[in-house]
C-alpha cells in the first residue's frame, strides 16, 4: 500500500503542477471560474448557496463587533440607504464607554439621594414614628428593587442601545406603550432635574429675614435657580465626561455628610450634644422672641421677668395678667438629641399624626389644662403646618427613592450594558436602602420626638436637626445637601435628553423628529437644550407645590411598565427571550408592577387619574399619527371576533425577528390502514414547539376526492389520536390529488390562514430511496426540497427518524452539535436552544463547530464566535475546524476516486427501453454534457446528462462488497469498459483495482479515457467535499445526542439528483441522530432586546 500511495503522490505531483484537489480527475484548464473559487475551501456542497447564504467565517466577525453607540435603536436596526451613506462618509466618533461603577452604580446612587433625606426625613419618622416610616421606606424600596429585576432581566435580553428605559417597554410592549410611558418618564425626569435645582437655589434664602423676605423670595430663587440651571446645562453639553467628574465630587461630599450623620450617631452614645429645647408644660416653643427659657430670674436686685414673660403677660411686671395655660404650667428645657443610648426610641416607635394647626406636644409630661381652655397665642407654639397621614408620607418620600434608571438611560454610553445595568442597579438601589433604613432607626433612637415632628426647626433657632447631629460641624450637611441636588440636578440632564432623542429617533411621534440630531459622537444637543427649556420654564413659575405628585405618577407608571413588559415575555416565553440576568420571575413582576399600581393610588388617586389620562392621550396620537414600526354562546362569539381581529393585524406583514418561531408544518406519510409511519416525526415536533406557536401536521394521498375521501377521514383520525398522544397541540390536514407530487405540492401550498401561515417544513428522510421499487419517493423529497427554497420556508429533515428520543425518554448528559458551515438566518443557533426547553434535551450542553479555511485566522474565528453567542445570550462550546490542505496528503485523492465509484443511479423502471450491446455487461455510465466517441457505439443514453449508475441493488455503503453484477448473474472480465468494482478482501484491506498492482498502473487509471476525463467536474468537488466533511463530523460528534448541520441545496439540473442524494448519504454517514437544516432566507435570531 506504500508502495501504491508514493507511486500515486509521484504522478499527482508532476501532473499540471496544480495541487488543486480536482487535478488527478480533471484537466485544469476545463476550471470554471467557479471551481477556481472554492478549490481548496471544501465547500463544492454550499457553492450554490455562497451568494444568498455567507460562509460563517467571512460574516460572523461583523455580527460578533456590534457598536453600542447612543445613536438610539433606529441605527441598531433598519436604516434608509441615504443615511447609511451619510453615516459612511462622516467620520465615526465614539462615545465613552464606561463601567459599572462610573455608569451606572455612581449615578443611580447620586440620582437617589436626594435633598429629602437631610431635610424631611426627620420629619417623617416624628410623624409616622420609626415602625411606620420603616414600613413605608421599606414598601418604596422593594417597589425599586423588584423593578429594578425586571429591568436586569429586560436589559440582559440583548444590547440596549440608548433609550434605556423607554427601549425596553417600547421593544417589548410595542411602540404606543413605549412612546407614552417614555414621554412621561422624560417629563418626570426633567421636572425631577427642575426639583434638584429649586433646594441649590433656595439655600441662598436662609440669611433673609424680615419683610421683605416673602417679596424677595420668587425673584431671588429665578435668578438663582436660572444661574445654576445654565452652569448644569453647559456642562452637560461640554460632554458626558464632565459630568462624570464633576459628578464624582459632587457624590463625594453627598458620601462624606451621609457617613458625618453615622458619626455624630456614634458620638451622641459617648457625649450627646447640647441641644436645648424650650417647653411650656408639654409644648415646645418657638426659639424667636425670648433668650432665656425661664418664666423670671433671680437677680441681686431680686426677681426680675424675661423676655418670655412678656410674650405671654401683658406687662413685664409680676403682677401683670397672664396667659392661663402660661400660668398653670412651667417652663422646661429638654435635650433635643438626648442620644443614642437614652432610650428615647421607645417612645419614638409609633406614629403621631396631626391636623394643620395641632399643637406639636411632647409625651409624657405632666400639663395642667381646664377642660374649656381655648388656644391662646397660638403663633408662639410650634405647630403643624399640614394634615399628615400616612399616604402623605408616601407621596413625600417616595421621589427619594427615585432615580433607579440613571443608568439604564445611560446605556448607550456603556461599555457592557448587559453587565453593568443589572450590577450597577441593583448594587445602588441596595446601598440606598440600607442607608435609608437605618437612617429611619437611628434618627428615632437619638432625637426627642418634639424636634422630630418640627418639621422647619422653629423650636431649635431654625437649626436643621440632621446637621446638629452630624459630626463634626453641621456645615457638612448644608454642603452635602446642596450638592446633592446639584449631582441628581446633573444626572437628570443628562439622562433625559438621551431619552428624548431616543424616542425622536424612533420616529414613533413625528413632531419630536428634530430632537434626534445631535453632535457627531451622539451628544443629544436639541434635546438638551428641551430639556433646559422645560426646566426654565419651572424656575420661572416658581412653585412644583401642584406638579410635583404627578412627577411621582409618572416615574411610577414607568416602573409600573417595565414590570408589565418583564412579566409577559416570561409568560409567554417567546424564544428571543434569554435573559443573562436569570434572578427574575414572572410573579416577582407582577408583585412589583401591583405595588407601583397600589403606590400611585396611595400617593393620590386624582393625580394617578390625570397621569392615566395624559399617558393614554399620548398613546392615542401615537397609535393614529405615528407608531409606523413593526418591532407581536356570547364567549365563543368574543373569541371567534378576537380571532378574527388578530388574523386581520397578522397580514400587515411578517413577523419582527424578535417573534419568529418555526410555525411547522409536519408532513408525515401513512400505510395503507392509515396509520402514521413516522411517529416519531411527532415526538421531535413537540420537543421543538412545547405548545407554542403554530402546528400543522399534513399527509398526502394518491386518487380522486370523492373516491378517497373515506380514507382521508381515517387519516385525519389517525393524525389527531397520534397528536393527542404525543401532546402535539396544532392542526391536522389531509390533501388528496392524482399523485403524492401534486397532493405533497399543494399541502405545502395551501396549509394555513392569512397570516398563521407556516414557515418551516419538517420531513423525515427518505428511508429506502435506494430500493428499486421505490423510485418516485426520493424524486418527490428533491422537488419538496425545490419548492420549500422557492417559498423561502425553512426546512428541517431529520435523518434515522426512528433513532430520535421519545417524549418520555431523558437524556442525563451528552450534547448537541451544530456543524454552522454556512450562514443560514441563525436557525442552527435558534433549534437547539428551543430543543433545550424541553426536558428531553434539557441536561445536554451545546457545541457549536465551524470551519475555516487556509486562509482563514481560526483564532479569530473562534474569538467572534464566541462575542457572537454572548450577545446572543445562548451558551455554547466553541471550537473551529480547519480543513487542512489536501495536497500534502495523497491518500485522499484516492477516497474521492472510492465513492464516486460508489454513486449509484436508481434506474427508473421508465428506463428499461435503455437498450445494451452487451446485456452480460453492466456499463458504467458517467456523466457528460455532449456525445463522447467511444461511448456512443456501446450505450444509447436517454438524457445528455449521464449519470454514474450501478446496479441499483448493489449497496452504497463503503464497507460492503461493491461488485456491480451482470444481469444474467455472471461478470464478463473481458469487456473493454472500465469496471469500478474494488472490493474488500476477508481482512478488511481494499483489493487492488485491475492493473493497479503497479505505479503505471495506478498511472493507467487516471489516463483513462473518455471516462475520467468526462467526470462531471461539479460532482467531484461535491463529493470530496461531503467526504471531508463528514470525516470530520464523525471525529468530533459521533458520541453526539444530535447533529445539527446545514442541508446543501439540490442542484439546479434535474439530472444530478441521483447525485444529490448520494452526496447527503455520504455527509451523513456514520451519525446516529442527525438534522439536517436549510434556512428560509430570513433572520430568525437577533442580538437585540
Known amino acids: 500500500k506504500s508502495t501504491e500511495r508514493r507511486a500515486l503522490s509521484a504522478i499527482l505531483e508532476k501532473g499540471d503542477g496544480n495541487p488543486k484537489e480536482s487535478s488527478p480527475f480533471i484537466n485544469s484548464s476545463d476550471a470554471t471560474e467557479k471551481s477556481q473559487k472554492y478549490d481548496g475551501k471544501h465547500m463544492a456542497l454550499f457553492e450554490e448557496e455562497m451568494e444568498t447564504s455567507p460562509m460563517v467565517s467571512t460574516m460572523i466577525s461583523s455580527l460578533a463587533n456590534y457598536s453600542s453607540l447612543p445613536q438610539g435603536s433606529k441605527e441598531h436596526e433598519e436604516e434608509a440607504d441615504n443615511e447609511e451613506e451619510d453615516k459612511k462618509k462622516k467620520k465615526p466618533v465614539k462615545a465613552p464607554q464606561l463601567g459599572t461603577l462610573m455608569g451606572v452604580y455612581l449615578p443611580c446612587i447620586q440620582n437617589i439621594f436626594g435633598v429629602i433625606l437631610f431635610l424631611r426625613m426627620t420629619w417623617m419618622v416624628g410623624i409616622g414614628g420609626v415602625i411606620g416610616s420603616f414600613i413605608i421606606v421599606f414598601m418604596c424600596c422593594s417597589t425599586t428593587m423588584l423593578t429594578a429585576i425586571s429591568m436586569s432581566a429586560i436589559a440582559t435580553n440583548g444590547v440596549v442601545p440608548a433609550g434605556g428605559s423607554y427601549y425596553m417597554i417600547s421593544r417589548s410592549l410595542g411602540p404606543e406603550f413605549g412612546g407614552a410611558v417614555g414621554i412621561c418618564f422624560y417629563l418626570g425626569t426633567t421636572f425631577a432635574g427642575y426639583l434638584y435645582i429649586y433646594p441649590a437655589a433656595i439655600f441662598k434664602m436662609e440669611g433673609l429675614e424680615g419683610a421683605e423676605a416673602e417679596a424677595a423670595m420668587l425673584n431671588n430663587m429665578r435668578v438663582y435657580g436660572t444661574i445654576v440651571l445654565s452652569f448644569m446645562a453647559t456642562v452637560v453639553f461640554v460632554g458626558v465626561k464632565y ?273 434626534g440630531h445631535g453632535k457627531a459622537n451622539g451628544e443629544p444637543t436639541w434635546a438638551l437644550l428641551l430639556t433646559a427649556g422645560i426646566c426654565e420654564i419651572g424656575i420661572l413659575i416658581a412653585s412644583l407645590d401642584a406638579v410635583a405628585p404627578i412627577l411621582s405618577m409618572f416615574f411610577l407608571m414607568c416602573y409600573m411598565f417595565v414590570n408589565l413588559a418583564c412579566a409577559l415575555q416570561t409568560l409567554l416565553r417567546t424564544p428571543n427571550w434569554r435573559p443573562r440576568f436569570n434572578y427574575y420571575h414572572w410573579a416577582l413582576s407582577f408583585l412589583g408592577m401591583s405595588l407601583c399600581l397600589s403606590l400611585m393610588f396611595i400617593c393620590s388617586w386624582f393625580y394617578a387619574i390625570v397621569a392615566m389620562v395624559i399617558a393614554g392621550s399620548i398613546y392615542k396620537y401615537i397609535e393614529f399619527r405615528g407608531a409606523e414600526k413593526e418591532w407581536g354562546d356570547g364567549i365563543r362569539g368574543i373569541s371567534l371576533s378576537a380571532a378574527r381581529y388578530a388574523l386581520m393585524r397578522l397580514e400587515e406583514g411578517p413577523p419582527h425577528t424578535k417573534n419568529w418561531r418555526p410555525q411547522l408544518l409536519v408532513l408525515v406519510s401513512t400505510d395503507v390502514e392509515q396509520n402514521v409511519e413516522q411517529p416519531r416525526l411527532l415526538s421531535l415536533t413537540n420537543q421543538l414547539k412545547a405548545g407554542k406557536g403554530l402546528t400543522i401536521v399534513g399527509t398526502a394521498l394518491a386518487g380522486t376526492y370523492l373516491e378517497n375521501h373515506p380514507q382521508a377521514q381515517r387519516a385525519e383520525q389517525s393524525l389527531r389520536k397520534l397528536m393527542e398522544t404525543e401532546k402535539v397541540k396544532g392542526f391536522c390536514q389531509v390533501t388528496i390529488s392524482s399523485n403524492m407530487r401534486d397532493a405533497t405540492s399543494h399541502l405545502l401550498q395551501a396549509s394555513g390562514l392569512g397570516g398563521l401561515m407556516h414557515n418551516t417544513v419538517l420531513v423525515s428522510w427518505p428511508r429506502n430511496w435506494k430500493q428499486a421499487d421505490d423510485l418516485q419517493t426520493w424524486r418527490d423529497f428533491i422537488e419538496l426540497v425545490r419548492e420549500t427554497t422557492a417559498a423561502h420556508l425553512a426546512l428541517l429533515v431529520p435523518k434515522n427518524i426512528a433513532a430520535f428520543p421519545s417524549n418520555g425518554e431523558r437524556f442525563s448528559e451528552g450534547h448537541i452539535d451544530v456543524w454552522w458551515i454556512v450562514h443560514d438566518g441563525g436557525m442552527l443557533m435558534l433549534l437547539p436552544f428551543l430543543l433545550r426547553q424541553h426536558k428531553v434535551w434539557r441536561k445536554c450542553k451545546m457545541r457549536i463547530f465551524t470551519v475555516a479555511q487556509m486562509d482563514d485566522n481560526s483564532i479569530q474565528m473562534k474569538k467572534d464566535l464566541t462575542t457572537f453567542l454572548y450577545h446572543l445570550r445562548i451558551d455554547a462550546e466553541v471550537e473551529v475546524v480547519e480543513m487542512v490542505s489536501l495536497s500534502t496528503d495523497t491518500s485522499v485523492f484516492i477516497q474521492p476516486f472510492v465513492f464516486l465509484s460508489q454513486i449509484q443511479s436508481i434506474t427508473d423502471s421508465s428506463r428499461g427501453s435503455i437498450r445494451r450491446k452487451n446485456p452480460a455487461v453492466v456499463t458504467t455510465q458517467l456523466s457528460v454534457t455532449e456525445e463522447q466517441p467511444g461511448v456512443s457505439s456501446k450505450v444509447e443514453k436517454p438524457e445528455e446528462e449521464v449519470q454514474l449508475i450501478h446496479d441499483s441493488t448493489s449497496p452504497t455503503s463503503p464497507a460492503t462488497p461493491l461488485t456491480p453484477a451482470s444481469e444474467g448473474g455472471a461478470q464478463t472480465p473481458g469487456s473493454a469498459q472500465v469496471q469500478m468494482t474494488w472490493t474488500e478482501k476477508a481482512d478488511g484491506e481494499p483489493a487492488k483495482p485491475p492493473g493497479a498492482s503497479t505505479p503505471q498502473g495506478i498511472k493507467d487509471i487516471f489516463n483513462m479515457k473518455p471516462e475520467w476525463e468526462n467526470l462531471n467536474q461539479s460532482n467531484v468537488r461535491r463529493m470530496h467535499t461531503a467526504l471531508r466533511l463528514n470525516g470530520v463530523i464523525v471525529k468530533k460528534s459521533s458520541e453526539a445526542k444530535l447533529v445539527l448541520l446545514n442541508m446543501p441545496g439540490p442542484p439546479n439540473n434535474r439530472s444530478g439528483d441521483e447525485n444529490y442524494m448520494e452526496f447527503l448519504e455520504v455527509l451523513t454517514e456514520g451519525l446516529n441522530r442527525v438534522l439536517l437544516v436549510r434556512g428560509g432566507g430570513r433572520e430568525v435570531i437577533t442580538i437585540y432586546s
Open 243 to 515: 459630568v462624570n467628574k464633576l459628578a464624582l465630587l459632587f457624590l463625594a461630599c453627598v458620601i462624606l455628610s451621609i457617613l458625618a450623620v453615622y458619626a455624630g450617631v456614634i458620638k451622641t452614645a459617648i457625649e450627646p450634644p447640647d441641644f436645648p429645647v424650650c417647653l411650656l408644660g408639654n409644648r415646645p416653643l418657638i426659639s424667636k422672641g425670648f433668650d432665656v427659657c425661664a418664666k423670671t430670674l433671680e437677680s441681686g436686685n431680686g426677681t426680675v421677668t424675661t423676655k418670655l414673660w412678656s410674650v405671654f403677660c401683658d406687662s413685664p411686671f409680676l403682677n401683670a395678667t397672664c396667659d392661663e395655660y402660661f400660668v398653670n404650667n412651667n417652663v422646661s428645657f429638654i435635650q433635643g438629641i438626648p442620644g443614642v443610648m437614652s432610650g428615647i426610641l421607645k417612645e419614638n416607635l409609633f406614629g403621631n399624626y396631626l391636623e394643620k394647626g395641632d399643637l406639636v406636644a411632647k409625651k409624657g409630661i405632666a400639663t395642667v389644662e381646664g377642660p374649656d381652655d381655648t388656644l391662646t397665642n397660638s403663633n408662639r407654639y410650634v405647630l403643624a403646618d399640614i394634615t399628615s397621614f400616612f399616604t402623605l408620607l408616601v407621596g413625600i418620600y417616595f421621589p427619594s427613592v427615585t432615580g433607579i434608571m440613571a443608568g439604564s438611560n445611560r446605556s448607550g454610553d456603556l461599555r457592557d450594558a448587559q453587565k453593568s445595568i443589572p450590577i450597577g442597579t441593583i448594587m445602588a438601589i441596595t446601598t440606598t436602602s440600607i442607608v435609608y433604613m437605618s437612617a429611619v432607626i437611628l434618627f428615632g433612637a437619638c432625637i426627642e420626638g418634639v424636634v422630630l415632628r418640627d418639621k422647619f426647626g422653629e423650636g431649635v433657632n431654625g437649626n436643621l436637626v440632621i446637621g446638629t447631629l452630624a459630626w463634626p460641624s453641621p456645615w457638612v450637611i448644608v454642603i452635602g445637601s446642596f450638592f446633592s441636588t446639584c449631582g441628581a440636578g446633573l444626572q437628570s440632564l443628562t439622562g433625559a435628553p438621551r431619552l428624548m432623542q431616543a424616542i425622536s429617533r424612533d420616529g414613533v411621534v413625528p413632531i419630536l423628529r428634530v430632537f
